[in-house]
């Protein structure tokens, strides 16, 4: 196998928006394929590389979000093979670990490197003018072709397009999970979600899936909300946490919520308060969001837990393990209990990847979809 030209969008620092260009990508090594990309996901995650709030290896392909082709294979790879499609898991599972032995495959230890890019043996596979260029999460979907690990690459059914095969790999399942497996929402429960975007999206058909009585939605823009209400099923929805944090307390005679789910671009102290005035007796709160890197989002006071008895947990891919979650999602929207084709409000090519944040930023998406040529 030889090294290839592939065109992929770089960011090679913060606020400098992303370049797109020619790289050189190398052969896969062992247990990894590469993959030729046909459609990736446009999720906040990847802005805040460029907006300097991850703690990301710079130069960086941008995309954790991918579906396509497998092109070629490694040394010792049993999962795919050549002519497979497969969607691209932003986290590994390679199922030998402690996290992925006990049912933790969205902590996988293989997942360590996503910031960096690097493959395990400390080395890249994109390159340009003699520079290691890294993957965002060992993948870097915003590209033509991509070399990942075969403990990332999970078989897509030949009915599912490859759109939908690209959101499956990060933001559904991570809303999804984080309302079904994370926050444990239960029949009759009122819960509050926090952003209405790609992953809110999921955590309100999540909710409503798994039984909630009011699935409450915060966010700023009218056209999320509408879309949250009229498609993914929401009951209500407010433009601010006071007038949802109303509402609550009166549709719940004072009890106040059972779970609330912050799934934001960013989580903020002032947004993290919120929610948790908000959670009602023995209630949760559930962090999905990213925060900006230099700020302290969560600072409660300990008496506003104990005398609640509220909790505070963080969710990773939504507690989801790919390797079961993935196929279980595309079995739902098969049966029609999960709305997907509705998530993707535009289609890009990647030299309109500047554009397509422009767009999320000013929310008009609730996700875009990068296509590529093929």
Not at 2 to 26: E, N
Not at 53 to 82: L, N, Q
Not at 106 to 127: E, I, P
């Amino acid at each position: 196998m030889a090294t290839i030209t592939t065109r992929a969008a770089v960011a090679r620092g913060p606020h400098d928006g992303w370049q797109v260009t020619d790289l050189q990508l190398d052969p896969p090594q062992e247990h990894e394929v590469r993959v030729k990309l046909h459609a990736a996901g446009l999720c906040h995650s990847d802005h805040h590389i460029t907006a300097g709030d991850a703690p990301v290896r710079f130069p960086i392909v941008g995309g954790h979000e991918g579906a396509g082709v497998v092109e070629s294979v490694g040394p010792s790879v049993t999962r795919v093979k050549p002519g497979d499609r497969v969607v691209c898991a932003y986290i590994p599972a390679c199922g030998a670990c402690r996290p992925c032995s006990t049912g933790h495959q969205n902590m996988c230890v293989k997942g360590l490197n996503a910031g960096t890019g690097m493959f395990l043996d400390g080395s890249f596979r994109f390159h340009q003018g003699g520079e290691d260029v890294g993957g965002f999460c060992t993948l870097g979907t915003f590209s033509q072709y991509t070399v990942l690990s075969e403990y990332a690459a999970v078989p897509l059914p030949d009915d599912i397009p490859f759109e939908i095969g690209a959101l499956v790999g990060c933001g559904v399942p991570t809303g999804w999970g984080s309302a079904v497996y994370a926050a444990e929402v239960r029949a009759g429960d009122t819960v509050v979600i926090f952003g209405a975007g790609g992953v809110g999206s999921n955590a309100v058909q999540g909710a409503r899936y798994a039984g909630a009585k009011n699935v409450v939605v915060v966010d700023p823009v009218q056209f999320k909300r509408e879309s949250a209400v009229e498609v993914f099923g929401a009951t209500h929805a407010f433009a601010t946490a006071q007038e949802a944090h109303d509402f609550v307390v009166e549709t719940t005679w004072g009890q106040l919520a059972d779970k609330v789910i912050i799934t934001a671009d960013a989580v903020t102290e002032e947004m993290a308060n919120a929610g948790i005035a908000m959670t009602g007796k023995g209630g949760k709160l559930t962090i999905t969001s990213v925060g900006h890197l230099t700020e302290q989002a969560v600072t409660i006071h300990a008496g506003m837990l104990i005398s609640y008895q509220r909790q505070i947990r963080g969710a990773l891919f939504g507690d989801c393990n790919p390797l079961y979650d993935i196929p279980k999602l595309l079995g739902l929207y098969r049966a029609g209990d999960l709305k997907l084709d509705e998530l993707i409000t535009r289609k890009y090519t990647l030299d309109e990847v500047n554009t397509a944040y422009e767009d999320l930023l000013a929310g008009r998406n609730v996700r875009g979809i990068i296509v590529h040529e093929q």
